[in-house]
């Protein structure tokens, strides 16, 4: 798949009513959007431009205890479908209104280590939850604003599911982390239907290429939508 297949019909800053910027970044777990984030922060703050960084589950302090109930302690485990969703609907609620609103109504360029798409997915498409509920639980949490751009790194479950392995050598691997095979498969088919439903939002990025290249496939985009000064990036 070429970085440059997918077209965008994002508006710039200087042409939307809407002030400050959106980006959330998504994939599977071992698809190398910490990387990616990262390099687009210091991107940004090279050229001037100071982003938001937040996560989810997280970005809050209410956000961070629910993040530790989610993904690492013992009680999270016996969590239902259903809790968990209301859980990480419970984190967005108050992240967006603790954080993101008030950073886009300054003006600010904020980036989130996965938003609403990661439910839409995840708890939807991966856990069976039927997509109305998540649709209507994700609008309520999330309120009226979605990124202006998504950035999806998209690769094969299999290749995911390896550099997540040599990954949990170094680190115990979360709640979600643990989950089979089939599991990361569904999640790849359900961000790609995202894809296909919402093509002028997500960008579906290769996340085999190499860390520069999607780096700069990343710029470029952000670049064509006037977020960067003249010549900086």
């Known amino acids: 798949r070429g970085l440059g297949s997918s ?6 800053m200087s042409e939307t009513s809407q002030t400050g ?10 698809c190398g959007k910490s990387t990616q984030i990262r ?4 991107s940004l703050s090279a050229a001037g431009l100071e982003p938001v960084l937040v996560r989810e589950p997280g970005g809050t302090p209410v956000g961070e205890s629910i993040r530790q109930l ?6 999270g485990r016996s969590l239902t479908p259903e809790a968990e969703l209301l859980l990480f609907a419970a984190s967005r609620a108050q992240l967006v209104r603790e954080v993101i609103q008030p950073a886009l109504l300054a003006g600010r360029i904020v980036i989130s280590d996965r938003f609403l798409d990661s439910t839409t997915v995840y708890q939807g ?7 109305g509920c998540v649709e209507s639980i994700n609008r309520f949490a999330a309120g009226d604003r979605l990124p202006d751009v998504t950035f999806l790194l998209d690769m094969d479950s299999t290749e995911a599911m390896n550099r997540l392995r040599g990954r949990e050598a170094a680190a115990r691997p979360d709640r979600m982390e643990e989950e089979p095979l089939a599991f990361y498969e569904a999640v790849r088919r359900g961000y790609l239907a995202c894809a296909a439903r919402e093509p002028g939002r997500i960008r579906v990025l290769d996340a085999t290429l190499p860390a520069e290249e999607i780096a700069d496939a990343i710029r470029q985009t952000l670049a064509s939508h006037a977020i960067y000064p003249r010549n900086s990036a």
Do not use: T
């Open 39 to 42: 390099q687009l922060v210091a």
């Open 70 to 75: 989610l993904q690492h302690s013992d009680e």
């Open 7 to 12: 077209k965008l019909s994002i508006p710039s």
């Open 21 to 30: 910027f959106f980006i959330s970044f998504e994939g599977s777990e071992g």
């Open 125 to 131: 498409v991966a856990r069976k939850i039927p997509a």
